[in-house]
Structure formats: structure tokens, C-alpha cells
């Protein structure tokens, strides 16, 4: 019965926050706006089984830069920091979770479109230079937390031209003996679905969410401050 009821529990949970989006928001100002997105993420993470562990200062603004393992992943770091997202634009399709991303500050970037691409970095320069906190998945896709894949450097640009702070953070998604778990892994060809039944049917899941100090940008290169950048979480999910 775990599955089934942790899954009934997640979509009731969506539709209320839904809900809550569509009728309540307007009339939120920005404060309540991300002490709601805080609170509802770490609702989710509960209803799905996950306890949430976090570790480190949150940054009060700038560009965080953290590994990619499951779609479970931003709500993790809202959980956290409450962050406006760049997402693959398939996510804004997602029943319910998309319309909810939509909703919540998320640039989406359309895949093999250089003009995507650039209003993406134009809008997160924006975004960085008025003081706001946005988060990347710099590898560009999800790994089943086993390594962290090559970064992507083209997003780091707009931090460097804003002389905005970076925030290396680390996801890992541990079981109940204290091991890594693939069960939130979203990856080769799993449906949403699928990943959600995988995280459902897991017990004692366990996500840590580790903050490191923040990366000075200014005056550097894209791709030496992206090298820098996955050193620095790479060798932290090794230690």
C-alpha cells in the first residue's frame, strides 16, 4: 500500500498547491511568495517518503550551481533556498509540476535553439543583477548520482558579466543504511511516472543538500570558473 498512497499523497499535494498558486498568489507579496514555495517543496519531499537533511548557509542571492540526479532535485533546493530554476523545456509539459514551474520563476530553455539559448542568458542576467537567487544543473541532464557529468559552461556567463557570486551545492540521495540510492535517479528513457513509483517504493530515503562557500566570478573565464566549479562538487561528493 506504500505506493499507491505516497503517490495519491503527491497528487493531492500538487493539486493543492495548485490551488493555493492560482487563487492566493496574486495578492502574496514576494516574501510569502518564497516562504510558500519553502514550505510546499518540503511538503512534497515528506508526502513522498523523503527526509531532507541540509547543510551549509544558504546564499541570500546569486547563481547556484548544483549536480543533476532526479526531477526531485529542485524541490530539494527549494526546500532550502527558495530559487527561480532554468529547466529543458519539456518540464513545462509535465502534468501539473509544469504549470506549477511556470508559476514559479522558471526560465525554460529549449534544446538545440541558440536563440532559446541567448534570451535564456539574457533573462538570467536580469534576474542575477536584480539581486534574485536562480539555480542551473550545469551537466545539462541527470546521472544516477554515481558521478558528476561534464558541466556546461554557457549559463556561467551570465553570472561573470553580472560579477554575481556563485554557490556550488551538492545533491545525494542516501537509503536507510546510510548508502547512495539510484531509486530517485531519473534517467535513460524512465517516464516521470516510473521515477515517481521507484522514489515511492524506497523506505528511509534520504536526500542531503550540502552548501558550499561561494565562487568569486568576477574577471574569470566561463570555462575555467565551470572547471573550478565541478572540481569543487565532485570532490565533495567523493569525500
Known amino acids: 500500500m506504500r505506493i499507491p498512497l505516497r503517490l495519491l499523497g503527491a497528487a493531492l499535494h500538487l493539486l493543492g498547491g495548485a490551488l493555493m ?15 510558500f514555495k519553502q514550505a510546499w517543496s518540503r511538503g512534497l519531499l515528506r508526502v513522498l517518503g523523503i527526509q531532507a537533511r541540509y547543510r551549509g548557509l544558504p546564499p541570500t542571492s546569486g547563481l547556484i550551481v548544483a549536480n543533476h540526479i532526479s526531477f526531485v532535485d529542485i524541490f530539494a533546493l527549494n526546500g532550502a533556498m527558495p530559487a527561480g530554476f532554468v529547466s529543458k523545456d519539456e518540464v513545462a509539459h509535465w502534468p501539473l509540476i509544469g504549470w506549477l514551474c511556470r508559476h514559479a520563476d522558471t526560465l525554460f530553455l529549449e534544446r538545440g535553439s541558440r536563440a532559446a539559448a541567448q ?6 542576467v ?5 539581486g534574485k537567487r536562480v539555480a542551473v544543473f550545469p551537466e545539462g541532464t541527470t546521472s544516477r548520482g554515481d558521478t558528476v557529468l561534464p558541466f556546461h559552461s554557457a549559463l556561467l556567463q551570465a553570472a561573470i558579466d553580472t560579477g554575481t557570486p556563485v554557490t556550488p551545492v ?10 547512495r540510492s539510484e531509486a530517485p535517479a531519473y534517467v535513460d528513457d524512465m517516464t516521470l511516472l516510473q521515477c515517481l513509483c521507484s522514489i515511492a517504493a524506497s523506505r528511509g530515503l534520504v536526500v542531503e543538500v550540502a552548501v558550499l562557500p561561494a565562487q568569486a566570478s568576477t574577471g574569470l573565464d566561463r570555462r575555467h570558473l565551470s572547471a573550478h566549479l565541478h572540481r569543487t562538487i565532485s570532490h565533495h561528493l567523493s569525500n
Open 170 to 179: 551538492t545533491l545525494r540521495y542516501l537509503d536507510q543504511e546510510g548508502n
Open 119 to 124: 534570451r535564456a542568458r539574457e533573462n538570467l
Open 126 to 130: 536580469q534576474r542575477l543583477a536584480a
Open 21 to 35: 498558486v492560482a487563487l492566493l498568489s496574486p495578492f502574496w507579496s514576494e516574501a510569502h511568495r518564497q516562504r
